[in-house]
T-cell receptor
Framework: DAGVIQSPRHEVTEMGQEVTLRCKPI?????LFWYRQTMMRGLELLIY????????DSGMPEDRFSAKMPNASFSTLKIQPSEPRDSAVYFC????FGTGKYEQYFGPGTRLTVT | GENVEQHPSTLSVQEGDSAVIKCTYS??????FPWYKQELGKRPQLIID?????GEKKDQRIAVTLNKTAKHFSLHITETQPEDSAVYFC??????????FGAGTTVTVRA
């Protein structure tokens, strides 16, 4: 299995531009999570989906952030417009909740820099 | 929401010695406590987890203990090796889905 796949791995953009981060979860997993990691705030859960349905988006910082999961094998996190304080590493993780398994498998992350 | 505090923020140990990281949580409803390891520039990976109906769990050189009454849990690494150098995160969850992470502990194992 290729694990969780994220693209791009690095993104540099100018303030005000739209940014779209992409994630392909592990096949067969039924839950997907988007996290943001910064030195100041640590690892924060932004949103998670179960069976493609958003369950909790209370961690999404502002209306500039939106996430979708159109099918079981693809999710996007969009920031529009981007701001310098959005600079962070964004991780996608997936898991299969059932039969007592709880591990979240993280992707390699997307390092976003907004100038 | 759940608040998880983690100590210490940095830990330096001599190779072969033990390392202990402690976390406290605020919500007594939390029942799932995983530990993730993140090497420099890499993704977080689960190393061990414990549920609230268990007081201790061990996997080779790592062990986790849980004190529900005091609302704290700890990670113990014995016989530390250079490859144990990383950032370790504790987390707590009330529903197995939503993890609240601690701020992390940077562990350095000196050769």
């Amino acid at each position: 299995d290729a694990g969780v796949i994220q693209s791009p791995r690095h993104e540099v953009t100018e303030m005000g531009q739209e940014v779209t981060l992409r994630c392909k979860p592990i096949s067969g997993h039924n839950s997907l999570f988007w996290y943001r990691q910064t030195m100041m705030r640590g690892l924060e859960l932004l949103i998670y989906f179960n069976n493609n349905v958003p369950i909790d988006d209370s961690g999404m910082p502002e209306d500039r952030f939106s996430a979708k999961m159109p099918n079981a094998s693809f999710s996007t996190l969009k920031i529009q417009p981007s701001e310098p304080r959005d600079s962070a590493v964004y991780f996608c993780a997936s898991s299969f909740f059932g039969t007592g398994k709880y591990e979240q498998y993280f992707g390699p992350g997307t390092r976003l820099t907004v100038t | 929401g759940e608040n998880v505090e983690q100590h210490p923020s940095t830990l330096s140990v001599q190779e072969g010695d033990s390392a202990v990281i402690k976390c406290t949580y605020s919500d007594s409803a939390s029942n799932y406590f995983p530990w993730y390891k993140q090497e420099l520039g890499k993704r977080p990976q689960l190393i061990i987890d414990i549920r609230s109906n268990v007081g201790e769990k061990k996997d080779q050189r790592i062990a986790v203990t849980l004190n529900k009454t005091a609302k704290h849990f700890s990670l113990h690494i014995t016989e530390t090796q250079p490859e144990d150098s990383a950032v370790y995160f504790c987390a707590a969850s009330m529903d197995d889905y939503k993890l609240s992470f601690g701020a992390g502990t940077t562990v350095t194992v000196r050769a």
